[in-house]
């Protein structure tokens, strides 16, 4: 294989990964406190480190591009009034954190609802924490303070668990809107500034506009790549063919 066709196909299989992390965020545009992921690659230093070579054909040349790692951007998003006493959002940094068959998972996401026997469960059905494990409320009037303070009827009934996380670009999608810790991460940390706001909910954290810009631009670099493969294929088809023939 040539050093061009190469270069080519390793810039098309990434240009490829690029469209994957775009479109799913673009999907997720409307789903409530979804934090867009982005990309990065990699690009070994081959005088650094000559093992990150490859031999092919004859030649010698760094392997393409890897993904290095998909990174999850958790800067807040601008929050929406719903009215919803049950929606409840988080204005500041931090996380919600709810109970799966996994083990406990955090998540931005607040759009929450009362089971029949009164358990405060997220949109995939999993229990709510408060400082008193899962939370269940029974009686009328439901109020969430800042401090995620919860009363029914003017009772204190309990207390959203909301934490930091200390390093948390250690944590990793589980599914949708929930992360878990990697093993060995740092864990959780108190907070003091965040809010808890009670009938609003935190809006995605993509911008449709800014991603459709970068998919148009991934989609023609996909295509740019994809001219060369298929060019670089015909000259070696025609050299193979047509080159040592006697006139």
């Known amino acids: 294989m040539s050093q061009a066709l190469y270069a080519a196909i390793s810039g098309s299989s990434n240009q490829q990964m690029r469209l994957d992390v775009l479109t799913n965020n673009l999907a997720n545009v409307n789903t409530v406190g979804f934090k867009?992921?982005?990309?990065?690659?990699?690009?070994?230093d081959s005088k650094e480190d000559p093992r990150m070579l490859n031999k092919v054909a004859g030649f010698v040349m760094a392997p393409p591009a890897q993904p290095y790692e998909t990174r999850t951007d958790f800067s807040p998003s601008t929050l929406k009034h719903t009215s919803n006493v049950l929606?409840?959002?988080?204005?500041?940094?931090?996380?919600?954190?709810?109970?799966?068959?996994?083990?406990?998972?955090?998540?931005?996401?607040?759009d929450f609802s009362l089971t029949e026997e009164g358990k405060l469960i997220n949109k995939d059905g999993y229990p709510v924490l408060g400082k008193n494990g899962e939370i269940?409320?029974?009686g009328g009037k439901i109020t969430i303070g800042e401090k995620g303070e919860i009363s029914v009827d003017g009772i204190p009934a309990d207390t959203l668990k909301v934490v930091g996380i200390k390093k948390p670009q250690m944590l990793q999608k589980a599914s949708g809107t929930l992360f878990?810790?990697?093993?060995?991460?740092?864990?959780?940390?108190?907070?003091?500034?965040?809010?808890?706001?009670?009938?609003?909910?935190?809006n995605s954290g993509v911008n449709p506009v800014k991603t459709m810009t970068e998919?148009?631009?991934?989609?023609?670099?996909?295509?740019?790549?994809?001219?060369i493969i298929h060019f670089l294929n015909d000259v070696s088809k025609k050299s193979i063919n047509e080159v040592g023939k006697l006139a």
């Open 36 to 44: 867009e992921d982005k990309l990065y690659f990699h690009i070994p």
């Open 87 to 110: 929606d409840v959002a988080l204005n500041g940094e931090g996380f919600f954190c709810v109970q799966t068959p996994e083990g406990e998972k955090y998540t931005r996401r607040g």
């Open 136 to 138: 269940v409320l029974q």
């Open 180 to 202: 878990s810790l990697k093993e060995g991460a740092a864990g959780e940390t108190e907070l003091k500034k965040t809010k808890v706001q009670q009938g609003f909910l935190e």
């Open 215 to 227: 998919m148009i631009d991934v989609l023609r670099g996909y295509e740019s790549y994809q001219k």
